[in-house]
């Protein structure tokens, strides 16, 4: 929410930002009346923050300090719903992170990020699981949904399963129902695995129909399209075969207390990854000139994967929650 914000002895600076505060529990109203229905949560969400109805702040660095805190509720941002796997999901421990929950710092109070993904989970899942339902309760015309889907659902082996099929069928109703809501549906191309070619300098294509599909629904059904596909391959291929270990779970042992077994997941990001990747779905929005971008804070500036942030110079304080489980999905 707050980046590095230094001050000196003495001096207050005030900081201002929207939090996004929910519970699984949603209310259905048809023509049998009014009923409670709740998202079915992953075993491993509960106890995680961002489902608790409750608000919980985190304050790191080398000496934070806070004067205050002053919490108002707010009925007028629009809100971005995040929809999508373990590459968007709100992280709960360190060393893992993902973009959905680093797009936070760039906007500032008058947008609100609602993260709804969750590992291991496909379009189809995420539907089966009562969280676009979820995410229909809350949206106000206006708002944005976003969906990155396509790491798990290309490991579906159902008959009906694959990029043509069922993949497009469920993008079809997120487009849909979104729509009839009054939201914006955007749609993101899934982030690229670190899997590498025989010459160790461009990418292997992990993911097979599954890009394109989307964007055939999406050019079909008039729907935006953000190339994380494309940009997070640029990333990868810029910071070359050893230095893309830095964006991603790569960690030797004893990194981590605990930790007896390095850590090396080509897949998930690390908090440097995320950051970045974020600033690609951004730089998307902005390119597809989406009216949201007008909430970007003052400080935001134009991203290319092709010259990203050194990770070297990069700064995070790491929470307090630590888990060197790999988180579901791949």
């Known amino acids: 929410m707050v980046e590095n914000a230094v ?20 209310t259905v109203s048809d023509d049998k009346g009014q009923r409670q229905e709740k998202v079915r949560l992953k075993e491993r969400e509960y106890g995680y923050l961002n489902w608790d109805d409750s608000l919980t702040l985190e ?13 108002e509720p707010d009925t007028t941002a629009t809100t971005i719903f995040l929809c999508g796997n373990s590459t968007v999901v709100d992280q709960n421990n360190e060393p893992w992170a993902s ?19 969750e590992s291991g989970l496909t379009a189809r899942t995420f539907i089966g699981g009562n969280r676009l339902e979820k995410i229909l309760t809350m949206m106000r015309p206006g708002d944005y949904v976003v969906c990155e889907f396509g790491h798990n659902d290309e490991k579906e082996h159902r008959p009906g399963d694959g990029a043509w099929y069922h993949y497009v069928y469920n993008l079809k ?14 749609f993101c191309t899934p982030t690229q695995r670190r899997a590498w070619q025989d010459d160790n300098i461009h990418l292997k294509d992990t993911h097979g129909d599954f890009p394109a599909a989307m964007r055939s629904v999406a050019e079909r059904e008039g729907v935006p399209v953000i190339d994380l596909n494309g940009m997070t391959r640029t990333f990868f291929e810029t910071l070359g075969f050893e230095g893309s270990k830095k964006a991603l779970v790569h960690y030797p042992a004893n990194t981590y207390p605990g930790q007896d077994k390095a850590l090396a997941d080509n897949t998930h990001f690390n908090p440097y990854g995320a950051y970045e990747v974020a600033k ?10 989406l009216p949201v971008v ?37």
């Not at 304050?59 to 919490?71: E, Q, W």
Request: charged fraction near 20%; proline fraction near 7%; hydrophobic fraction near 35%.
């Open 280 to 289: 690609m779905v951004v730089t998307g929005m902005r390119r597809l000139q």
């Open 7 to 26: 001050t000196k002895r003495g001096q207050l600076v005030d900081c201002t930002f929207i939090v996004n505060k929910r519970s699984p529990l949603y």
């Open 294 to 330: 007008d909430g970007l804070r003052p400080d935001w500036q134009d991203y290319d994967p092709s010259s990203p942030d050194s990770p070297e110079t990069f700064v995070w304080y790491d929470a307090k929650a630590l888990d060197t489980q790999k988180p579901d999905g791949n």
């Open 99 to 117: 973009w959905g929950q680093m797009i936070t710092r760039w906007f500032g109070p008058s947008v609100a990020i609602s993260n709804h993904a």
């Open 173 to 186: 109703i997120f487009i849909d129902k979104v729509r009839a809501a009054g939201g914006h549906i955007i």
């Open 59 to 71: 304050f790191n660095g080398s000496a934070p300090a806070v004067s205050r805190i002053k919490i």
